[in-house]
């Protein structure tokens, strides 16, 4: 949940920096939001280690967290929010936002009551996506745990490890059935925002 809204909300400005603001380098800041999806599990793992574990960095205690794991599915899923996130901003005009700023209305509410709700399908889609692969992720999970910081792809990991293939498998089961009912409900949540749309 944590990496999912962290992701997406971090997509959303980014995205919305690269499609509408006229900042200089908005290209760049859009290549390197797509560069994780380059760059194995296993490197952005060890590469938050040693960020995290070097100072200045050092003193932030994420080492061993939960939160540092969030942080590697963050940086790892960027690529893909940031696109779910670029084509949804694209597809809605600026004249809405002109309208609204002609309405007198302010930045942050032409955001809240005429942006948001057009681009909450989207984002909604997103996140998702990518909590459900963030639920099954393994190799950021199982470079950045500890004892105080195990997922379920660790812990089944561990399980297999130690040969104890039934409760990997009927672990493996919940996972399916837990990723099935995220998505199923998620679809429909999607489906019915698009009917309000229209």
């Not at 800041?29 to 574990?53: E, S, W």
Request: net charge positive.
């Amino acid at each position: 949940v944590a990496t999912a809204t962290l992701t997406m909300l971090l997509c959303l400005i980014v995205a919305w920096v690269i499609v509408r603001s006229k900042i200089k380098g908005r290209a760049l800041l859009d290549g390197l939001t797509f560069l994780p999806h380059a760059i194995p599990g296993v490197t952005i793992g060890i590469a938050l280690i040693y960020l995290y574990l070097n100072p200045p960095l050092n003193a932030l205690p994420l080492y061993g967290t939960i939160w540092i794991i969030v942080l590697g599915l963050t940086v790892g899923y960027t690529a893909f929010g940031s696109r779910a996130m670029n084509g949804a901003i694209a597809q809605i005009h600026s004249e809405l936002e002109e309208a609204g700023q002609v309405s007198g209305a302010a930045w942050s509410t032409i955001m809240r009551r005429i942006i948001l709700p057009l681009l909450l399908p989207a984002f909604v889609s997103g996140w998702i996506w990518i909590a459900s692969h963030s639920l099954r992720s393994f190799s950021v999970p199982l470079i950045l745990s500890s004892k105080n910081s195990i997922v379920i792809s660790v812990v089944m990991w561990d399980l297999w490890n130690n040969g104890r293939a039934g409760p990997t498998a009927a672990l493996g089961v919940l996972l399916i059935f837990g990723l099935a009912l995220l998505t199923i409900s998620g679809r429909w949540l999607v489906s019915r925002l698009n009917r309000q749309d229209r």
